[in-house]
Antibody, heavy 118, light 107 residues
Framework: QVQLVESGGGVVQPGRSLRLSCTAS????????MHWVRQAPGKGLEWVAV????????FYADSVKGRFTISRDNSKSTLYVEMSSLRGDDTAVYYC???????????WGQGTLVTVSS | DIQMTQSPSSLSASVGDRVTITCRAS??????LAWYQQKPGKAPQLLIS???SLQPGVPSRFSGSGSGTDFTLTISSLQPEDLATYYC?????????FGQGTKVEIK
């Protein structure tokens, strides 16, 4: 079945970097655009970034632009986000999700928690 | 960028009640509007795409409607398992903005 599994979350100090991964299975990863969405504790969903199926087109939310880098390795069916200059307001559960033209986010992974704290 | 505003932010209703949640865009766009359900402690799940297309396996008591700037999610007869927070999202182009969510509680 279609599955997305995030990993790499944890506790990180402000100003440091962290890389999250999302491993896909059950579908042809290279055919789909992929997204990161985050949710701060007790808050709503915030769209973070998208990467096209071939990695050529990338867009970011203003809140992470210049600090986060989304990428993908289609040979490994894996999505990444490199997060740098982390701040307290980056503390959130980070979800990856699949999409394609005309089709919204489905499915979602189970999420990985990132806590930015000294 | 288009902003998405949901109302109400929370509601409490009885089993069997009809529930309506509204999502308003700051300006009009295509009908690439999705609704998601997030149950406590779980990842969101897609309920409706293209404003009104019910996803396979989603109960028929859920429906979506609207166009332009105003969209609606309706639960025709609220069930205990519908306890969740519901989000709208535009997905025509980046940024794929979400509404702030509507928490549905059961009286």
């Amino acid at each position: 079945q279609v599955q997305l599994v995030e990993s790499g979350g944890g506790v990180v100090q402000p100003g440091r970097s962290l890389r999250l991964s999302c491993t896909a299975s059950g579908f042809t990863f290279s055919n789909y655009q992929m997204h990161w969405v985050r949710q701060a504790p007790g808050k709503g969903l915030e769209w973070v970034a998208v990467i096209s199926f071939d990695g050529r087109n990338i867009f970011y939310a203003d809140s992470v632009k210049g600090r986060f880098t989304i990428s993908r390795d289609n040979s490994k069916s894996t999505l990444y986000v490199e997060m740098s200059s982390l701040r307290g307001d980056d503390t959130a559960v980070y979800y990856c999700a699949r999409a394609t033209y005309g089709v919204p986010l489905d499915p979602w992974g189970q999420g990985t928690l990132v806590t930015v704290s000294s | 960028d288009i902003q998405m505003t949901q109302s109400p932010s929370s509601l409490s209703a009885s089993v069997g009640d009809r529930v309506t949640i509204t999502c308003r865009a700051s300006r009009g766009f295509s009908n690439y509007l999705a609704w998601y359900q997030q149950k406590p402690g779980k990842a969101p799940q897609l309920l409706i795409s293209a404003a009104s297309s019910l996803q396979p396996g989603v109960p028929s008591r859920f429906s979506g409607s609207g166009s332009g700037t105003d969209f609606t999610l309706t639960i025709s007869s609220l069930q205990p398992e519908d306890l969740a927070t519901y989000y709208c999202q535009k997905y025509d182009e980046a940024p794929w903005a979400f509404g702030q969510g509507t928490k549905v509680e059961i009286k």
